[in-house]
Nanobody, 122 residues
Framework: QVHLVESGGGLAQPGGSLRLSCAAS????????MGWYRQSPPKNQRDLVA????????NYAGSVKGRFTISRDNAKNTVYLQMNALKPEDTAVYYC???????????????WGNGTQVIVSS
């Protein structure tokens, strides 16, 4: 199972920027679709913010399209989320996710990171 560690959260002003990073363990990172999700009270679910496939295709939630950019560096086993033009409603705990993949008939189960808090407030 891949192990994920997020970093880069914190406090930002409305209109500001933050860059989240998610470092992954293992040798098959490049095969995983990687995603960023967020969860904010009182919701009990994690909503997809952005995901990027192994081939580099990115998809975004409508609420962040044009403001957030997801990218990956397979040489560093890291996925990033550049967040610009932040809004108070972006306040949430952001989680990194890796999906499960099968490589050479071996299953590599996906997992979640522990999350990093983002607060957007003046």
């Amino acid at each position: 199972q891949v192990h994920l560690v997020e970093s880069g959260g914190g406090l930002a002003q409305p209109g500001g920027s933050l860059r989240l990073s998610c470092a992954a363990s293992g040798s098959v990172f490049r095969f995983h679709t990687m995603g960023w999700y967020r969860q904010s009270p009182p919701k009990n679910q994690r909503d997809l913010v952005a995901e990027i496939t192994s081939g580099g295709t990115a998809n975004y939630a409508g609420s962040v399209k044009g403001r957030f950019t997801i990218s990956r560096d397979n040489a560093k086993n890291t996925v990033y989320l550049q967040m610009n033009a932040l809004k108070p409603e972006d306040t949430a705990v952001y989680y990194c996710n890796a999906d499960s993949v099968v490589v050479d008939s071996e299953v590599y189960f996906g997992s979640w990171g522990n999350g990093t808090q983002v607060i957007v407030s003046s």
